[in-house]
């Protein structure tokens, strides 16, 4: 069975600070990978997402994510962070191919922004 | 478009009552889920559907039924609530990319 993983589960920054998160996965083939972005009180929204190609991918609100089969990773970064990205992430993934397109979700990864 | 909503927001039920929450979708999307969400859990699949007519269980389906009568709407059922089934849930829908979009949630609380 699929898993994810986000080590860290609070995570403290200050405004202007570089920012990482980490994620990694067990699946047996290269999954379907994204990270949503959960304000408080409110649904999921999408970050950005990885099907295949380029490894390093672009998102929404200054994000991106860079792929590594080797480490089964799929970690999120933003280079400069703004006190609105206080939130909760969730690195998720889903089987590629056709299928039920069913997301496995991490724990989560609260992020508090130090103005 | 309103993309996906849920019906009610907010519900507090008493240990045995029963409840339906509502979905909608308006993208015309074949795939639906029902996940609840609790601290420190992510969030977790009770329950999904590959198209109208269809329904599967997900992670965590017991205590839970669903169906889908119309390819736009998925009905999460609870017969006999208990108080393990608090928790924030969230419907979502996608069509053939992978790409799901949620709605706003549904705070459940059963006392």
């Known amino acids: 069975a699929q898993s994810v993983t986000q080590p860290d589960i609070h995570i403290t920054v200050s405004e202007g600070a570089s920012l990482e998160l980490r994620c990694n996965y067990s699946?047996?083939?290269?999954?379907?990978l994204f990270w949503y972005v959960q304000s408080p009180g409110q649904g999921l929204q999408l970050l950005l997402k990885?099907?295949?190609?380029?490894?390093l991918v672009q998102g929404i609100k200054g994000f991106e994510a860079e792929f590594k089969r080797s480490q089964s990773s799929f970690n999120l970064r933003k280079p400069s962070v703004h006190w609105s990205d206080a939130a909760e992430y969730f690195c998720a993934v889903a089987p590629s191919g056709a299928g039920s397109y069913q997301l496995t979700f991490g724990k989560g990864t609260k992020l508090s922004v130090i103005p | 478009n309103a993309g996906v909503t849920q019906t009610p927001k907010f519900r507090v039920l008493k240990t045995g009552q029963s409840m339906t929450l509502l979905c909608a979708q308006d993208m015309n999307h074949e795939y639906m889920y029902w996940y609840r969400q609790d601290p420190g859990m992510g969030l977790r699949l009770i329950h999904y559907?590959?198209?109208?007519?269809?329904?599967a269980k997900g992670e965590v389906p017991d205590g839970y039924n669903v169906s889908r009568l119309k390819k736009q709407n998925f009905l999460l059922g609870l017969e006999s609530a208990a108080p393990s089934q608090t928790s924030v849930y969230f419907c979502?829908?996608?069509?053939?990319?992978?790409?799901?979009?949620f709605g706003p949630g549904t705070r459940l609380t059963v006392l």
């Open positions: 559907s590959v198209g109208e007519g269809t329904t």
């Open positions: 990885y099907f295949s190609g380029d490894t």
């Open positions: 979502a829908s996608t069509e053939f990319s992978g790409e799901q979009f």
């Open positions: 699946y047996g083939a290269t999954p379907y």
